[in-house]
């Protein structure tokens, strides 16, 4: 079965320079590539739920002073060197 798709402009930049790393011999190999490399881990992580994901509008993002939280860090020791494991 042959297809033909239709890539924006952005989207072909991104096949033709998967094209020249892989030396895929055309765009329609690299597509072919990145599909058989790349469906089944999208397929079986695909988890986007409507009812628990759903649209959000912009009353959703409006920052008040009572939905911003403050980042919160640990204070480092100091007697850390890189050159010793981590006990954990």
Do not use: C
Not at 43 to 48: A, Q, R, S
Not at 58 to 77: G, H, K, Q, R
């Amino acid at each position: 079965m042959t297809s033909r798709i239709v890539l924006d402009t952005d989207t072909r930049a991104i096949v033709d320079q998967i094209q020249g790393i892989t030396k895929a011999s055309s765009p329609s190999h690299a597509i072919a590539l990145i599909v058989s490399r790349y469906a089944k881990h999208l397929l079986g992580t695909w988890e986007l739920d409507p009812v628990r994901y759903p649209d959000p509008s912009l009353n959703d993002f409006a920052l008040s002073a009572s939905t911003f939280i403050e980042p919160v860090t640990a204070p480092a020791p100091d007697n850390f060197r890189f050159d010793e494991p981590i006990e954990l």
